[in-house]
């Protein structure tokens, strides 16, 4: 039986006003599950309004011909990689050796799980015999396959930690945790790994995309591309246990670089973030009543899946001045997900001490939500999951809860062309790890899609690279309402 989640609304009066279903509050935190598009929230939190937005809408002026994602630079940060670059980088800044020392010793481990599951896989005879991907991993698996893949993990490594370095050093966000958040979960997370792959495996060999929970297959509330098993993930998205594995797993995949490429949203998002409160609290706004109390900026998180964005994202929060009072609101449509990164979220002591932090359980097609009242909305890894319909509502959706000048950052994977090194890697990608919608995203013109969905309203400022991930920017036309 799934868990009763409940169809919700957000009131003033906690535990009064239901408008229909039951809720329950957390803590801080606030969960919901949105059964109606014309849903909106506007509640009271024990500190503050949830949602607070009055603003005038700026018309959205439509242009003339629809732009390309090729009018805007990609830019492919790269870093020389010779034995002499490397050590005098690593000399550079004392912080830099700890960070460089944690990150392999990181890395190595996830990578060391990495190839353990290739050869995990390509041991299992009948796979490797039957099934395309079964051959693929095991030419995969090897000894100079496995040498050209640690190397070449280690390269990027290198490559990512010195952007994410300059970041730090530039103070756009803080140092973070060198090796794990939590090493005590690190050994048995490991062993539970392990022991899942074959459940994996055996859905590999069968092709099978439809094992989750009967309930959930039933449930008209999720969407018909989510019922699936992507990535071949037990359970799909249906279980605690799929949503306490996946991090861990997605880790393992990219050779423990995964975190640090979620980072790489933090650097257009929490400039933008100062920047607006700063402006907000230089014309008083802030303390009045349209942004009170203490919501100085307000972020839409969408997905934030188990929560390691999150967690990072909240670590600024809570060290910087500049960033106080943002309102982060988490959304997802996996209940097991969105329980995983609230449970994370509590069990640090100086993230669960902020304020204003909510957990939503909504579509990202459907927010529960009330018009511009976000200042920025990120988004990692979603787009490649969902069909064109389903983003095109999505981007409707964002356009229509940000307030004008608004941003959304969106990271996800690069695309087709990005770099002709790894287009081959992402052709297999769809059938490897059952993701249906993935070569159709690869193939998008995301400023296009950006402009045709929000009518004109969004636009694509900027686009980079961090190895497998690419983060967009687009901005809201308009100004940001000063008062
Ligand atoms: C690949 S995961 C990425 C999660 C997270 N952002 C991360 O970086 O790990 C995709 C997430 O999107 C969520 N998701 C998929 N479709 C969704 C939708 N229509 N509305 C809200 N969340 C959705 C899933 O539940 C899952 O948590």
Redesign the pocket.
């Known amino acids: 039986m799934p868990p009763a989640v409940p169809t919700f609304i957000l009131s003033p009066h906690w535990g009064k006003q239901f408008i229909h279903g039951r809720a329950w509050r957390a803590s801080r935190s606030v969960w919901c599950r949105a059964g109606r598009h014309s849903l909106a929230v506007s509640g009271q939190t024990r500190r503050g309004r949830l949602q607070a937005s009055t603003s005038t809408t700026a018309a959205a002026a439509p242009e003339a011909s629809a732009p390309s994602a090729s009018s805007v630079p990609l830019a492919r940060p790269s870093y020389a990689t010779d034995a002499l670059s490397v050590f005098r980088w690593l000399l550079e800044d004392p912080r830099t050796l700890l960070y460089a020392g944690g990150s392999s010793l990181r890395s190595g481990f996830f990578l060391a799980l990495r190839l353990f599951n290739i050869n995990a896989y390509a041991r299992s005879q009948q796979f490797a015999q039957n099934s395309k991907v079964g051959t693929l991993l095991s030419q995969s698996s090897t000894l100079s396959a496995q040498r050209n893949l640690v190397v070449f993990f280690l390269q990027q490594l290198y490559k990512l930690g010195r952007l994410e370095m300059e970041q730090v050093r530039a103070g756009v966000y803080k140092t973070p945790p060198f090796l794990a958040r939590s090493p005590w979960r690190v050994l048995p997370r490991a062993i539970d790994f392990a022991q899942d792959l074959r459940r994996g495996l055996e859905l590999r060999e069968q092709e099978r995309t439809d094992a989750i929970p009967q309930a959930f297959l039933r449930d008209t509330f999720y969407?018909w591309y989510?019922k699936r098993n992507?990535h071949y993930q037990t359970d799909g998205?249906f279980s605690a246990d799929s949503a306490r594995r996946?991090?861990f797993q997605?880790e393992v995949l990219f050779g423990g670089t995964a975190d640090i490429m979620?980072r790489q949203a933090l650097v257009p998002l929490l400039p933008f973030l100062r920047a607006v409160r700063s402006q907000r609290l230089a014309h008083g706004v802030g303390n009045g009543a349209r942004f009170t109390p203490g919501h100085t900026t307000d972020v839409l998180n969408?997905?934030?899946?188990?929560g390691?964005?999150l967690l990072d994202l909240l670590d600024n929060v809570a060290s910087d001045m500049r960033l106080r009072g943002a309102h982060v609101v988490n959304?997802?449509?996996?209940p097991f997900?969105l329980r995983e990164a609230e449970r994370r979220f509590r069990d640090d002591s100086r993230l669960r001490a902020l304020p204003h932090v909510t957990f939503l359980h909504?579509?990202?097609?459907q927010l529960p939500l009330e018009r511009e009242s976000f200042d920025a909305v990120v988004?990692?890894?979603?787009f490649h999951?969902?069909p064109d319909e389903?983003r095109r509502n999505?981007i409707a959706e964002w356009t229509r809860v940000l307030r004008p000048g608004g941003r959304v950052v969106l990271a996800d994977s690069l695309q087709a062309g990005d770099d002709p090194q790894l287009d081959a890697t992402l052709s297999r990608f769809r059938k490897g790890y059952h993701e249906p919608f993935y070569d159709s995203y690869v193939q998008t013109d995301m400023a296009q899609l950006f402009h045709e969905a929000s009518g004109g309203a969004l636009k694509l400022k900027s686009q980079t690279l961090a190895f497998l991930t690419k983060v967009f920017v687009f901005e809201k036309v308009g100004v940001m309402p000063r008062q």
């Open positions: 969407p989510y992507f998205y996946y991090d997605v979620r969408v997905p934030c899946g188990a390691s964005f959304v997802d449509l996996s997900y909504a579509n990202t097609e988004s990692i890894y979603l999951e969902l389903a999505t």
